[in-house]
């Protein structure tokens, strides 16, 4: 089955305390992106990725660190989590032969909370 | 900068009737749109998308039409059924940009048996 795997889906931390959110997808997509949502703010973008070893950053990159070691893996690092940072985060990915940006396919979501 | 809008937060409509949900953009350089659905506890799949050189586009229940000149797009749901109960996010891309996908708010979508 096709599919995009977030981990973990929920996670309570405090602030400072360092995590990580993993993201898997085993489309063979070259397109790998992680959104948060937040209530009245809609799908932000945060970091985004073209393809192995190629990164760059969304509109809200502030306080997030991203790698693209492997083709199917696209980990969400937060060095430093702040309360600010507390969201709904969610992994896509997506194979640009399909389009400009192509259709995204979306991993279920993490809700992070830091306290 | 919202460059993409969906300035209405909810929307109720009767079960068989007609839902319109709307969205408006300001960037010139979008030329390609899509319409995505999210469930609660999900991930948003997606719904219906259009490029810039058609002005509608149609896919059972789903039609999508773009104004250019207006800068807006619109999501028809004929008839309107209870599983279409969800929210609604449209975004919009450009063919010359760096591949990024802009979301707008969203809109809740409830349809009432």
């Known amino acids: 089955e096709a599919q995009v795997t977030q981990n973990p889906r929920y996670l309570i931390t405090v602030t400072g305390k360092k995590l990580t959110v993993t993201c898997s997808q085993n489309m063979n997509h070259e397109y790998m992106s992680w959104y948060r949502q937040d209530p009245g703010l809609g799908l932000r973008q945060i970091y985004y990725?073209?393809?192995?070893?190629?990164?760059d950053k969304g509109d809200v990159p502030e306080g997030y660190k991203v790698s693209r070691k492997e083709k199917r893996n696209f980990p969400l690092i937060l060095e430093s989590p702040s309360p600010n940072q507390t969201s709904l985060y969610f992994c896509a990915s997506s194979s640009r032969l399909a389009g400009p940006t192509g259709e995204l396919f979306f991993g279920e979501g993490s809700r992070l909370t830091v306290l | 900068d919202q460059q993409v809008k969906q300035n209405s937060p909810s929307l109720s409509v009767q079960e068989g009737r007609i839902s319109i949900l709307n969205c408006d953009y300001t960037n010139s350089m979008f030329d390609y749109f899509l319409w995505y659905k999210k469930y609660p506890a999900e991930g948003p799949t997606f719904l219906i998308s259009?490029?810039?050189?058609?002005d509608k586009n149609e896919d059972g229940r789903f039609t999508v039409f773009l104004n250019k000149s207006a800068k807006h797009l619109s999501l028809h749901i004929v008839p309107s059924q209870p599983g279409d109960s969800a929210v609604y996010f449209c975004?919009?891309?450009?063919?010359?940009?760096?591949?990024?996908?802009?979301f707008g708010t969203g809109t809740r979508l409830t349809i009432i048996p």
């Open positions: 990725s073209m393809n192995v070893e190629v990164t």
């Open positions: 259009i490029s810039s050189i058609k």
């Open positions: 975004a919009a891309s450009s063919l010359f940009g760096n591949e990024k996908l802009t």
